[in-house]
C-alpha cells in the first residue's frame, strides 16, 4: 500500500515582503502543501480502517476467539512478522491521511525494518514501505532525508521493475516534488518528464495518475521559470480530473490552486485571482467549514487579493485563515505562524506597522522555536520584520533583520535562489533610506541578475529592479535622491 500523492505548495513573496503561500506550487520554497481534501480523505480512511479489520481477524487467533484487541496493542506488542509489518503500512497510510505524518513516518520507518529483515521475498512491499517514508518526510519539511530515501527507493524500483514501470514513475513523480522543496527545479523536471512518459505509455491520457504526473510536471516547470508550459501542463491536468471526477471533486479543488499558483509565478494574477474566486466557494462546498484545507485556500486566495494590492481584502483573508488554523491545530502551530505573517504583510502595507510588526514578531518566535533560528521561513519573517522596523524609524533593529535575512537567505536556499533576491532588494530600502546608495545598488544588481537566470529579462519582476536600478541616485558628491514612493507594489 502505497500513499497517494500529496504535494505542499511553497513559499512566494509579494512587494519584497515574506508573503508565503500554501497548498499548489508557487515561487519556490515550494514548499507544496496540497489543498488536503477531507471529503477524499474521510472515504480513504474508512477503506483503510476496513481493510485493517480483516487484516486483524485473519492474523491475530484472540481477535478470532471474540475477543476485540485494539489497534495500539496488535501494532505495539504484535510480533515482527511481514503480516504485522503490512498491518503497519496501513495503519501508517491511515495516519497520513488523517494528517498525522510524524506517526506515519513512525510506523513506515517499523514496516520497513521489518521488510527488509523478512529478505528477498519480501523486496516489493519494503518498496512501498521505503517509498512512504519518503513521501511523509517531505510532509514534515525533512526534505534532505526524504531526498536520500526516495532516491534509495528509485533504485530499488529500477532493480524489482525496471525503469519504465509504473511503480519506478510513482517514485519518480515523488522525488520530484522533494527536489522542487530543495530549490531544485532542472533535476525536478527532467524526473516528472519521464514519469509522465511511462505513465501515458501504460495508462490512457486521461486517466488520473496522467493528470498527477502533469501536475508535477507543471509545478516543476514553473519552478524552473517556465510559466507558459507550467499552465499548459496545469491546465491540461485539471481538464482531466474534472472530466473522470467531475465539478466538485477536491482533485479538481486541489488543480485549481496549483493552476492560480503558477500563473502567479509568471505575473498573470488576474488570470490567477479569477480561477481563485472559483477555488474558494468550492473550498467552502465541499470541505468541512473548520478543516485545515479550507485555510490553505482562504489564505492562498488572501495572498492573490494582496498581489493585485487589495490589502484590506488579503488582510480579512489572513485572519479568518489565522483563526481556522488556531482551531484546528493551536495558537503554535506553523500554519499559524504563515497566517500571522502573512497578515503582518497585509497590515504593513495598510500603513499599520505596530500591528504588522506584533504580528511578524509572533511568526517569527513560532517558526523559530519550531523548525530552528537558521530555517528559510526565519529568514521569510526577518525580512518582513526588518522592513516593519524600518517603517516604524527604528532603523539599528531593522538592520538586523534584514542582514539576518540576507544571510539566511544565502544558507537556507539553494545557491541564486529567488528568495535571495527578495531579501536584498528588501534590504536595499534601508541602505537607501539611510543614504548608502552604493549598498544599495550593489544589492539591487544581484538580485536583479538572480531574477533574470531565473524568470527571464522581461519578467515583471525583473523589469521591477531594473526600475529601481535606474531610479536617481546618490552621484559622487552624494547627495540623496528626492523621496519616492516604494515600488514595490
Do not use: K
Not at 500513499?3 to 519584497?16: I, K, P, S, W, Y
Not at 505513465?199 to 514553473?222: C, Q, S
Not at 503582518?344 to 522555536?369: F, I, M
Amino acid at each position: 500500500m502505497r500513499f497517494a500523492r500529496r504535494h505542499r505548495l511553497g513559499v512566494t513573496a509579494a512587494a519584497a515582503l515574506a508573503l508565503t503561500l500554501v497548498g499548489g506550487f508557487t515561487a519556490l520554497a515550494r514548499a507544496f502543501a496540497e489543498s488536503r481534501a477531507r471529503l477524499a480523505e474521510a472515504q480513504r480512511a474508512e477503506a483503510i480502517r476496513s481493510f485493517l479489520l480483516e487484516l486483524f481477524a485473519a492474523i491475530d487467533p484472540e481477535r478470532a476467539r471474540g475477543r476485540e484487541v485494539p489497534l495500539r496493542e496488535v501494532v505495539d506488542h504484535g510480533a515482527d512478522g511481514p503480516e504485522t509489518a503490512r498491518v503497519l503500512l496501513a495503519l501508517g497510510d491511515l495516519h497520513y491521511w488523517r494528517d498525522d505524518p510524524a506517526r506515519a513516518l513512525e510506523l513506515q520507518q517499523r514496516a520497513l525494518a521489518i521488510f527488509e529483515i523478512a529478505g528477498d521475498g519480501y523486496r516489493d512491499d519494503a518498496a512501498a514501505a521505503r517509498f512512504n517514508t519518503g513521501t511523509a518526510l517531505r510532509q514534515l519539511e525533512r526534505f534532505e532525508e526524504a531526498l536520500a530515501v526516495e532516491r534509495r527507493a528509485l533504485e530499488l524500483e529500477r532493480q524489482l521493475a525496471g525503469d519504465q514501470s509504473l511503480a519506478f514513475a510513482d517514485v519518480e513523480v515523488g522525488l520530484a516534488l522533494t527536489l522542487l522543496d530543495l530549490g531544485r527545479a532542472e533535476e525536478a523536471v527532467a524526473l516528472a518528464e519521464h514519469a509522465l512518459a511511462v505513465r501515458r505509455r501504460h495508462l490512457p491520457e486521461d486517466h488520473p495518475r496522467v493528470a498527477d504526473a502533469l501536475e508535477a510536471l507543471g509545478l516543476a516547470h514553473g519552478a524552473a521559470g517556465a510559466t507558459v508550459l507550467a499552465v499548459a501542463d496545469l491546465e491540461r491536468s485539471l481538464a482531466v480530473r474534472r472530466h473522470v471526477f467531475g465539478p466538485d471533486h477536491p482533485g479538481v479543488l486541489e488543480g485549481l490552486n496549483s493552476l492560480a499558483s503558477a500563473l502567479e509565478d509568471g505575473a498573470r494574477f488576474e488570470e490567477a485571482v479569477a480561477v481563485r474566486r472559483e477555488a474558494l466557494p468550492l473550498a467552502r462546498s465541499i470541505l468541512a467549514p473548520d478543516s485545515d484545507s479550507l485555510a490553505v485556500h482562504v489564505n492562498n486566495f488572501a495572498t492573490t487579493a494582496f498581489r493585485l494590492g487589495r490589502f484590506d481584502e488579503a488582510a480579512a483573508g489572513f485572519r479568518e485563515a489565522a483563526a481556522l488554523w488556531r482551531a484546528s491545530a493551536g495558537e503554535t502551530s506553523a500554519r499559524v505562524a504563515t497566517a500571522r505573517n502573512n497578515l503582518g504583510c497585509a497590515l504593513l502595507e495598510l500603513g499599520r506597522a505596530a500591528e504588522a510588526a506584533a504580528e511578524l514578531e509572533a511568526a517569527l518566535a513560532t517558526r523559530a522555536a519550531l523548525l530552528g533560528d537558521d530555517s528559510a521561513e526565519v529568514a521569510q519573517t526577518s525580512r518582513g520584520l526588518g522592513l516593519a522596523r524600518l517603517a516604524l524609524g527604528d532603523r539599528d533593529r531593522a538592520r538586523a533583520e534584514l542582514d539576518r535575512s540576507v544571510d539566511l537567505s544565502r544558507r537556507a536556499y539553494a545557491e541564486r535562489h529567488p528568495r535571495l533576491a527578495e531579501a536584498l532588494e528588501a534590504r536595499a530600502r534601508l541602505a537607501r533610506a539611510e543614504g548608502r546608495f552604493a549598498d544599495e545598488r550593489r544589492d539591487l544588481e544581484e538580485a536583479l541578475a538572480i531574477r533574470r537566470e531565473r524568470f527571464g529579462t522581461d519578467h515583471p519582476l525583473s523589469h521591477r529592479l531594473r526600475e529601481r536600478l535606474d531610479e536617481p541616485g546618490a552621484d559622487e558628491s552624494g547627495r540623496r535622491p528626492p523621496a519616492r514612493a516604494p515600488a514595490d507594489r
